[in-house]
């Protein structure tokens, strides 16, 4: 059995408001129903593993046992060419445990000073897994990955992380100056999520 069951509630491990915002909007009209882990006292977990999908598997074992449901939780970042890959999985952490968006940000920035635009390519990646349990041995796994180009300054008020340095070319602004919908559409979480739901069995 892959898919979730009709109206089962799925608890949401993650405590960053804006990807809880996010993934609220993308499963609004799905049967599903998700909890995010601080509404249900779950504690959050260190993510000690060493790739997107490791750290995304042990958040959502970490919420599913304290909590006894089903769980999704994603791990997502930023990778920068430049940077050889940098922040990657430490993109929450780039400036230091407990770092701001505004900080990472401008850590970023402040690494890529004198490179120039056609150099600054970067991608935005998301890992976004379901446990049916914590003792799942089969957990589904679902990716997503947004190309673009780190700005030189930021723009944009939408969104959060790095969302104004982060253009998006077929778009020609940055992913905080997107509406919801329309980074929700083309985002590396969005593709993943929509992925996820259809391997639940939910419509896309
Ligand atoms: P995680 O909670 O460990 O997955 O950390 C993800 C981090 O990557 C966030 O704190 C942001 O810094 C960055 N990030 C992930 N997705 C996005 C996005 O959609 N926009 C901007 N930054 C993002």
Known sequence: MSGARRGESI???????GKVREINELLKTERIRVLPQGELGVPETEETGLTFVENAIIKA????RHSGLAAIADDSGIEVDALNGAPGIYSARFAGVGASDSENLEKLLEALRGVPQDERTARFQCLMVYLR???DPTPLICQGTWEGRILLTPRGENGFGYDPVFYVPGED???AELPAATKNRLSHRGQALRALVRCLGGAD
């Open 11 to 17: 608890v949401l491990a993650s405590n960053n408001i």
């Open 173 to 175: 602004c940055s992913a």
């Open 61 to 64: 074992r970490g919420a599913a």
């Open 133 to 135: 349990h914590s003792e």
